[in-house]
């Protein structure tokens, strides 16, 4: 959106520090001040998601390991047991994002990684149906807060044209975690020791390692840029003022205030990325839960069923980073979204339409690479287009704690008595699928004409008898906020 910078705005630009100026001026700077926080900041969010999506998957891989028959369990009961995680998982985002907000990312992301771990490790001992569940449903609690925590996170450190390419770095890790757990599950599942089935030794490796990585994690996180260490006082200054100044030229209000709550609760636009949400995350966790499960209905046995799977993560990881690159340098979100649910879309036709292994296989590299590469364009159009910490945290956790509950539509809906084809499950995403096409076009369009109602506030100079506290608490609603699309 062209800015028209008259009087009223060249007062507020004078207050930016002459730190920032100078740093707008000398690209390299900011780039070396970036590449510093990419640095410390990626790898860490990147093993806490890997781990995380590693532990609430593995019981995928597990059933074709024996879970199933060991704990004497029907089909319905084990698809319950996937579908009571996202109960408490969706339940608890907004208040774990909040507590995030109010007791720094060090101490709530490392506390909630050693809760899940340590009930991931005491899973490996479960005798009964009754006891999964029990597990799985406070796995679920304790999981809830991660990924909100960690998209809220890099909001505080990253601008919004920066955002995608880390956010599909660390969701990349998701994708990664799909290749490393089959290779995990090929390996520990066949571990015969003690009284410990081989699905035991995958619960009990993977929450150990989860354990692990939570000690480090608290030490390794730093909490916002002012308490970076490893940046010096003018790095941080810089970070500071330009995500202040981040789409406006008057910095929004970081303050918490419950109306910054509501705002965020009753904003139009975040129900919209809801829907779309909710129609590509069904996709991307039907991949996550069933792979396993589809690859035995190529013909494949329990440990090669796991092996095979690994390729299509592989590529589908590939894809979320070539895209999220793409996303970013085009600020194109509603696009590459567009791309990868169309790319999704074909795959899971495929699924439906043909009983060819080998064209099968293909469809299934197709629905994961789309669906997976898709992902982070919802979450990053959500945090790009909403104004303020406290109004960002509250809709990202509405977008990934509600719409997360959809992981129960994708537990549900590949059942046991449509294997080996599952064409049910196929045509549910293929609807979905279809529907969030649709939605995100209208999304866009919505986007676009609220972009142009901006412009005639700015033109007409009625943007500029806006005093600069009201502007301030009108976060993205701001007629100098330009919405990405």
């Known amino acids: 959106m062209e800015k028209q910078y008259d009087t009223h705005l060249e007062k507020v630009d004078n207050d930016k520090s002459a730190t920032l100026r100078r740093a707008e001026e000398d690209p390299a700077q900011i780039k070396r001040i970036l590449r510093k926080c990419d640095m410390r900041i990626l790898p860490v969010m990147s093993i806490l998601y890997l781990l995380s999506f590693l532990d609430r998957t593995a019981i995928g891989n597990a059933r074709i390991a024996g879970l199933s028959t060991d ?33 720094g990312a060090s101490k709530w992301l490392s506390f909630i990684m050693f809760w899940w771990g340590t009930i991931m490790t005491l899973t490996a001992l479960v005798k009964t149906f ?3 569940l029990v597990a799985r449903l406070f796995l679920g609690a304790a999981e809830a807060g991660l990924f909100p925590g960690v998209t809220y996170y890099l909001t505080t450190w990253y601008k919004r044209s920066e955002s995608q390419f880390r956010v599909g770095f660390f969701f990349g890790a998701a994708t990664i975690a799909g290749a490393f757990g089959g290779l995990l599950a090929y390996g520990l599942t066949r571990i015969e020791a003690g009284s410990i089935p081989g699905w035991g030794w995958l619960f009990l490796v993977e929450g150990l390692l989860t354990v692990a990585a939570a000690i480090m994690a608290y030490f390794t ?15 941080q200054q810089i970070l500071i003022e330009r ?63 796991q092996l095979i799977t690994v390729p299509v993560y592989i590529f589908a990881a590939i894809c979320v980073i070539v895209l999220a690159l793409i996303a970013d340098k085009y600020r194109a979100r509603s696009a590459i979204l567009l791309f990868g ?18 064209v099968r296989y293909f469809g299934a590299f197709m629905a994961a690479a789309g ?11 959500t945090t790009n287009n909403s104004g303020g910490q406290t109004k960002r945290a509250t809709q990202v956790a509405i977008l990934v704690g509600i719409g997360g509950m959809c992981g129960m539509i994708s537990s549900n809906i590949f059942r046991a008595r449509d294997a080996p084809h599952y064409g049910f499950g196929c045509m549910v995403n293929i609807g979905l699928l279809s529907l969030g096409i649709v939605v995100t076009i209208i999304n866009a369009f919505m986007l676009r004409m609220a972009n142009k109602n901006k412009q005639k506030m700015i033109d007409s100079g009625e943007a500029t008898r806006i005093p600069a506290q009201e502007l301030a608490d009108m976060g993205d609603r701001s007629p100098y906020f330009a919405y990405t699309i």
């Not at 840029?225 to 490893?230: E, T």
């Not at 649910?341 to 036709?349: F, H």
Request: net charge negative; proline share 6%.
């Open 371 to 381: 669906a997976y590469g898709a992902f982070p364009s919802i979450v990053v159009l």
């Open 341 to 358: 649910m169309t790319a999704s879309l074909i795959g899971y036709v495929i699924l439906y339409a043909s009983y060819t292994s080998g």
């Open 71 to 103: 704990l004497g369990m029907t089909p319905s009961e084990y698809n319950l047991t996937v579908t009571i995680f996202f109960i408490l998982y969706g339940l608890l985002e907004v208040p774990s994002n909040l507590m995030l907000k109010k007791f």
């Open 243 to 305: 995500l202040k100044y981040d789409g406006v030229d008057v910095p929004m209000s970081n303050d918490f205030q419950w109306r910054f709550v509501w705002d965020g609760i009753f904003d139009w636009k975040i129900w919209m990325c809801f829907v779309i949400y909710v129609c590509i995350l069904t996709p991307v966790y039907s991949v996550a839960l069933n792979l396993p499960s589809i690859t035995v209905g190529l013909g494949y046995s329990g440990p090669n069923a």
């Open 221 to 235: 996180i730093t909490d916002s840029p002012d308490k970076a260490k490893w940046l010096t006082n003018e790095e």
């Open 130 to 132: 009754e006891g999964l």
